[in-house]
């Protein structure tokens, strides 16, 4: 079954004057048709303004379609009675580690989520512990987050999702704020979940090289879904993506250069390593 | 200088203190409190100190911590005393321009000056030995009673925790907004008060703009991991009483006794007095 499935989603921001009239209509979301399967590593690409963070809001019921729908581990998003099972069904992570984290220490953060579901407190310590371990963080449980690096905060925030238990976990630029080595080490911890834990991953991001690793990537401009696919396929147009202002990979950059130059390399090279192999291949 | 206010700041070791339930302390200080205005000679003034004492050594917080909190009320301490001094009508003692000092308004400068200055070190041992967190469960859960009326006592508690969460981080932005106005030419030290006053409007409004955006933000993250409201909510640290709790009790219990009996020490009291005015005063 599905876990996301959203059908012709239109969301339109619309601002109002005093007396209420409409006085301009962005269309954020403009006919998305987006389905995610469970257990599934999905990227969703896009630049600034693309509508990625409406869609991600969407998925957690903080924002309503105004056309289409969408079903959140079977449930309608619209449905009001299953408001917090959806929310507990899909936990979303945000850009700004410092806004997302409620307690004052690591693991009294991690237990605010599981706390407001009513779980019993002998279990909150269980899932608290087990999704500190998840994200690499068990050693840091009684510090300050205010003491930690931006990139050991995205952790903590993934960790107080997972102590939810949702199917779903989704993540809107965790990244954007981050240094390289802390992006490094929170896109390990994500891509670990997926790998370990089978968790359903929907990364949301503008930075290519994270999701090189995805099963499936979808490309937003607009508002709009306009590539998407595996990330060889979607990658292997080069010239597609760079109208989209997106930043091609390294490898993959120089691979297509390459191949425009006449060394015949295969489309859609995504590391460095593949990039070496097929070179040798060639000579 | 915003570094300097002690409330709210939590100082981490390892002591019975600390390890007390916030109730215990919660009610310790306020019950500590009513007991600096029971005193009506000097040996309850010094129970009081050698309570507090006895309370600060056994916290193992450094007495400089402690007495930090004071600086912030300086001037608030000195007014007391100064108007005190001046204002109290009673037998002369001094008398110059048109100020007259009494021997009654030393008496009551003195006792405001030691009231105050307990109570702000009572309060201050409370916050530097209960986490903030620990404290307004203590507070949630001490005023729990007030539920039945309806009182939000969950929510209240919970946005008394977010806000103490986001004072070092809104203090550091304040720095960082500061900075970046410095560098721009702004210029904090120059000036009267108005002139000063008018020199934090470029950081005031950055930072209520940041501040509202950071609440926004937070509001849809706590939404996100389904908070919704304080009622149904369980608790990963529950707030249980243990024996210690029960001895600190007793221990409160006693000192509170003992304060109600002595302080009520009248012939003590005149003899103290007496001896206080004729050989201190003189
Ligand atoms: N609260 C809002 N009110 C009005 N318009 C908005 C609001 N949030 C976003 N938008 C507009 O919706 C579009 C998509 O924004 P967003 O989903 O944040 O994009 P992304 O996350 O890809 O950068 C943008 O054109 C943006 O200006
Ligand atoms: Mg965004």
Known sequence: ?????????????????????PTDVTTALDHVSIDVRQGEFIGILGHNGSGKSTFAKHLNAILYPTEGTIYVGGMNTKDDDKLWDVRSCAGMVF?????QIIGQVVEEDVGFGPENLGVPTKEIW?????????????????????????????????????????????????????????????????????????????LI??????????????????????????????????????????????????AWELKKKGLPLPDGILTAEELVKEIEKCR | MIRDITIGQYYQTESPVHRLDPRVKLLGTLLFIITLFLYKNPAGYALGIVFLLAVIKTSRVPIRFIT??????????????????????GTELVSFWKFTITYEGIGVALTMLFRLTMLIMGSSIVTLTTTPNNL?????????????????????????????RFIPILMEETDRIMKAQLARGADFESGNIV?????????????????????????????????????GRTKMKPLIYKKRDAIAYIILFSFVILSVWIGRWQVISEFFNSLYLRFILK
């Open chain 1, 205 to 254: 991001t503008h930075y290519m090289d994270e999701v090189v690793h995805a099963d499936r990537i979808f490309v937003m401009d607009k508002g709009r879904v306009v590539m998407q696919g595996t990330p060889k396929e979607v990658f292997s147009d080069v010239p597609t993506l760079e109208k989209l202002r997106l930043d091609v990979p390294g490898p993959t950059r120089i």
């Open chain 1, 95 to 99: 850009q700004n580690p410092d806004n």
């Open chain 1, 1 to 21: 079954m599905d876990i996301v499935k959203a059908e012709n989603v239109v969301f339109e921001y619309i601002r109002r004057d005093e007396e209420g009239n």
């Open chain 2, 136 to 164: 307004t469960d203590g507070l949630e859960k001490g005023l729990g009673f007030l539920k039945i009326f309806r009182g939000p006592v969950g929510d209240v508690a919970m946005m008394m925790s977010i806000a103490l």
């Open chain 2, 195 to 231: 002139k000063k006053a008018k020199a934090l409007v470029p950081v005031l409004v950055p930072l209520f703009v940041s501040a509202f955006r950071r609440a926004g933000d937070l509001a849809m993250a706590m939404e996100a991991r389904c908070y919704r409201g304080g009622d």
């Open chain 2, 68 to 89: 930090k909190g004071l600086k912030g009320i300086l001037v608030v301490l000195l007014l007391t005393v100064i108007i005190n001094l001046f204002l109290t009508p």
């Open chain 1, 126 to 202: 269980e899932r608290v512990e087990e999704s500190l371990r998840a994200v690499g963080m068990l050693e840091y449980r009684k510090k300050s987050p205010n003491k930690l690096s931006g990139g050991q905060k995205q952790r903590v925030s993934i960790a107080g999702v997972l102590a939810m238990h949702p199917k779903c976990i989704v993540l809107d630029e965790p990244t954007a704020m981050l240094d390289p080595s802390g992006r490094k080490e929170v896109v390990r911890a994500i891509r670990g979940l997926n790998d370990v834990e089978k968790m359903t991953v929907i």
